[in-house]
């Protein structure tokens, strides 16, 4: 199994930014995909942004498109998501997650992944 630590969560202004980071340990060779999932205040976890372990292609959700970018350093095991120009319906805790094997399942559903992290709190005032 594939362990998810996540940080860098926190408060800010509107219009600022923040970069999350999700540590990965144990069995990280099995990893095939990884993502980011958000659950703002009485809403349900949404899909966000997510990578392809191997051959790095991203998916966005629109209305984070152009804000928000994902990159994985596969040497530090490592998954990041550059947030920019933040707004307050950004606030939300933020997860990653891990796929580590292949099913049927899209990318962009949270049933596609078998791993999950504890979350971090990012807040944005306006």
């Known amino acids: 199994q594939v362990q998810l630590v996540e940080s860098g969560g926190g408060l800010v202004q509107a219009g600022g930014s923040l970069r999350l980071s999700c540590a990965t340990s144990?069995?990280?060779?099995?990893?095939?995909?990884m993502g980011w999932f958000r659950q703002g205040p009485g809403k349900e976890r949404e899909f966000v942004s997510a990578?392809?372990?191997?051959?790095?292609?991203?998916y966005y959700a629109d209305s984070v498109k152009g804000r928000f970018t994902i990159s994985r350093d596969n040497a530090k095991n490592t998954l990041y998501l550059q947030m920019n120009s933040l707004k307050p319906e950004d606030t939300a805790v933020y997860y990653c997650?891990?796929?580590?094997?292949?099913?049927?399942?899209?990318?962009?559903?949270?049933?596609?992944?078998?791993?999950w992290g504890q979350g971090t709190q990012v807040t944005v005032s306006s």
């Open positions: 997650a891990a796929r580590q094997r292949v099913t049927p399942s899209e990318i962009e559903t949270m049933s596609a992944y078998d791993a």
């Open positions: 990578i392809r372990w191997i051959g790095g292609s991203t």
């Open positions: 144990g069995r990280t060779f099995n990893i095939v995909d």
